[in-house]
């Protein structure tokens, strides 16, 4: 069935590092996919999205990469923060249709 | 002003009674959803509406009734509720689908 999936459930890093957090995706017909970040007790926040046309988009300290070749997603964030401790989540959707799938999450703890 | 906010954010309730968790977004966006977080964080879509019709049922026991009286609210109402019923349930927003506004969250807990 269709999945999309992380490969690392939790991440630590130090402050200031930079991170990476990877996701893979089963549904070849996907041709949008997002990030998002989830502090405790909070809902999903959108990060940045990427459409199947383009393999690197960017934004503020935040960088996703699009393989479609071997289904990967990536986000990259720089210079690691403490505020960017939370569960981040790929999603990925089929333009034309009207639900998005997410991943299971990988937990970012940032170390001081 | 919350984009989109849901009541109540925490609610405990015995088996077997009726809950509604209500849900409010103020983006003009034109399609609204729920989703289940489970206690491994894992989200899962319940329903989705467009301009009030509904657009997405998914595998959800019918116990669990949407109503959407307009375009800027999307409630959720639950009968006979289980134990398994116990998770954090999301209402989202979003315009053509793309890029969701999610609200805070309604924890509920079944006793």
């Known amino acids: 069935g269709e999945s999309v999936g992380l490969h690392l459930p939790t991440l630590s890093v130090q402050e200031g590092d930079n991170s990476i957090i990877n996701c893979a995706y089963s549904?070849?017909?996907?041709?949008?996919f997002i990030w998002y970040k989830q502090e405790s007790g909070k809902g999903p926040q959108f990060i940045i999205d990427?459409?199947?046309?383009?393999d690197k988009r960017q934004g503020q300290r935040v960088t996703v990469l699009l393989n479609k070749t071997v289904k990967h997603l990536s986000l990259q964030i720089a210079a690691t923060q403490p505020g960017d401790s939370a569960v981040y989540f790929c999603?990925?959707?089929?333009?034309?249709?009207?639900?998005?799938?997410f991943g299971a999450g990988t937990r970012l703890f940032v170390k001081a | 002003d919350t984009a989109v906010s849901q009541t109540p954010k925490y609610l405990v309730t015995q088996m077997g009674n009726d809950k509604s968790i209500k849900c409010e977004q103020n983006?003009?966006?034109?399609?609204m959803y729920w989703y289940k977080q489970d206690s491994k964080k894992f989200l899962k879509i319940m329903f989705s509406?467009?301009?009030?019709?509904?657009?997405i049922n998914e595998t959800v026991p019918n116990r669990f009734s949407p109503k959407s009286p307009d375009k800027a609210h999307l409630n959720l109402h639950i009968n006979s509720l289980e134990l398994g019923d116990s998770a954090v349930y999301f209402c989202?927003?979003?315009?053509?689908?793309?890029?969701?506004?999610f609200g805070s969250g309604t924890r509920l807990t079944v006793v």
């Open positions: 549904n070849s017909a996907s041709d949008y």
């Open positions: 990427i459409r199947s046309n383009m």
């Open positions: 999603a990925e959707m089929s333009t034309g249709g009207f639900k998005t799938i």
């Open positions: 983006l003009g966006h034109d399609t």
């Open positions: 989202a927003s979003s315009q053509d689908h793309f890029g969701y506004t």
């Open positions: 509406y467009n301009n009030k019709e509904l657009i």
